[in-house]
């Protein structure tokens, strides 16, 4: 290998653009697009500088690669990720990594050759905020975690959106809206950072704000392995919108928007201090601070360095491929719950699930 990854963008949509501009740019050390990949000639013709192909197949026979980065639309994610995997090249795939949990599951029976690396592109985990809140969490500081509550309204989407490539917001092309789309790195977090969910119980709306199949608005109530209970809620049609995330714990309350990450700290145990105060209705002392965290990361480019890093020196993945199930299993989870109007358990049953999307593929297709 060269001491650049070269890497093979397949999918040149909006995204796969945004993917391109970054590579080209130069923000990504020791990496360099070198083949570009897409069924439209019309999309390759802007790629003069490059070689362009068809297909992701036709790049592997003709072109001088190393690694993938997959930004189709999401029903072609997986298939084409274990051909890049089964000719030994190393993968990245953009979120979600498909539209339901067995797909991934069974692409998960796919044996990585030694020293061969499958990421994901969450991003979000690389945001210094979240990072910090990470950091916290998992020291112990802020004691066990008793409620979650997030709020992600910001991703707004006008009509035009939707009408940019055919097989958005539908059933039989996308898979689902607002949970598998901008929301699906949050769902990402929530696992990440607080563990497996036992249980689900979701109100979705489905065209609410916009003329479309899937879901645009979601509320989502969550109880989580540990014990905690969250809320979870999104939506495309709201503006401006909120992103805030507050956790409430035994040891004070972190809340998280705007780029900054405040810790409101109980001084002992607010557990302790119930069981052994003399005065009622006393509140346990506290103390505030904004937590500083760096202005800067949580970009693509710096999951895409991250993932050169992991191929050259070992590095530990940001997400690993694997890990990429987790929100796409939640996402798939709250809208079974909100179809069948049950609290939905996890581990999810993914054959349950794809015969109710492929009822309401089938439901879409005949109007």
């Known amino acids: 290998m060269s001491h650049s990854l070269r890497l093979g963008l397949v999918g040149l949509g909006w995204l796969g653009r945004l993917h391109a501009e970054t590579l080209m740019t130069g923000q990504v050390p020791r ?23 068809a297909t ?6 003709e072109a001088e690669i190393d690694a993938v980065l997959l930004a189709l639309p999401t029903y072609q994610r997986m ?53 910090k809140v990470k950091e916290l969490l998992d020291s112990g500081e802020v004691g066990h975690v008793q409620r979650v509550c997030w709020t992600v309204t910001d991703s707004f989407r006008n009509d035009c959106y939707y009408t940019i490539s055919s097989w958005r ?33 979701t109100f979705c ?36 919108g909120t992103n805030r995330l507050e956790i ?27 069981r052994t105060c003399s005065e009622p209705a006393t509140m346990p002392p506290k103390e505030e601070a904004r937590v500083m965290v760096p202005s800067e990361g949580g970009s693509e480019a710096s999951v895409l360095t991250n993932f050169a890093d992991a191929v050259f020196d070992g590095e530990t993945l940001i997400a690993p491929l694997a890990e990429g199930i987790h929100s796409l299993e939640l996402a798939n989870a709250m809208l079974l719950s909100s179809w069948t109007g049950d609290t939905i358990d ?17 439901e879409a297709d005949s109007r």
């Open 205 to 240: 709306g489905f065209g609410r704000y916009h003329p479309i199949e899937v879901e645009d608005d979601a509320t989502a109530f969550l109880e989580f392995e540990t014990g905690a209970t969250g809320v979870f809620i999104t939506s495309t049609g709201e503006a401006p």
């Open 169 to 201: 917001a539908t059933w039989a092309g996308e898979g689902g809206g607002a949970l598998l789309n901008p929301a699906i790195g949050y769902l990402d977090l929530m696992h990440w950072l607080f563990g497996p969910v036992r249980s689900v119980r």
């Open 79 to 131: 298939p084409l990720t274990r051909t890049a995997l089964e000719a030994g090249l190393h993968v990245m795939v953009e979120r979600p990594l498909a539209v339901h949990k067995g797909e991934v599951e069974r692409l998960l029976q796919t044996r990585l050759k030694p020293g061969q690396v499958a990421g994901a592109m969450f991003n979000q985990r690389a945001d210094p905020c979240f990072l």
């Open 56 to 61: 992701l197949e036709d790049m592997i026979a």
């Open 248 to 274: 409430a714990a035994q040891r004070g309350r972190i809340v998280v928007e705007s780029g900054h990450v405040t810790f409101i700290q109980n001084t002992v145990n607010v557990t302790d201090f119930s």
């Open 346 to 362: 996890l581990p999810l049953d993914s054959e349950r699930y794809l015969k109710w999307l492929d009822r309401k593929i089938a």
């Open 31 to 53: 990496m360099q697009l070198t083949a570009v990949a897409d069924i439209d000639p019309i999309r390759r013709k802007r790629f003069t500088t490059l070689p362009t192909h």
